[in-house]
């Protein structure tokens, strides 16, 4: 049974950083999947943050980029969200995706993904 659990989150200033982490289990080819990072602020609708795919070829909101850097280790099968320059418009809850489209690239809705975590809470104040 696939199972993703995220870590990582907390609160912090703005201009600050946070490392989001995903362990995966229950994935018999971790390296195959498309794995990726969504948050959902209050009020607003889940969106794309970052994704990876097989061969690590990533996508990023363009309101992340330049600021978070999404990483795959295939042997722990952990998926990391780096967050540097953290703005208060960043805060949400952050959750983890994996789908089987090992060549997934670009902008997806949440239900382009099948398997997700429990999310993580990331707060950012002024």
């Known amino acids: 049974q696939v199972q993703l659990v995220e870590s990582g989150g907390g609160s912090v200033q703005a201009g600050g950083s946070l490392r989001l982490s995903c362990a995966a289990s229950g994935f018999t080819y971790y390296s195959r999947f498309c794995m990726g990072w969504f948050r959902q602020a209050p009020g607003k609708s889940r969106e794309e943050v970052a994704i990876?795919?097989?061969?690590?070829?990533?996508t990023y909101a363009d309101s992340v980029k330049g600021r978070f850097t999404i990483s795959k280790d295939n042997t722990k099968k952990i998926l990391s969200l780096q967050m540097n320059s953290l703005k208060p418009e960043d805060a949400a809850m952050y959750y983890c995706?994996?789908?089987?489209?090992?060549?997934?690239?670009?902008?997806?809705?949440?239900?382009?993904?099948?398997?997700w975590g429990q999310g993580t809470q990331v707060t950012v104040s002024s």
């Open positions: 995706v994996a789908n089987e489209d090992p060549y997934c690239s670009g902008i997806y809705s949440p239900s382009a993904f099948d398997y």
């Open positions: 990876i795919n097989e061969i690590e070829r990533t």
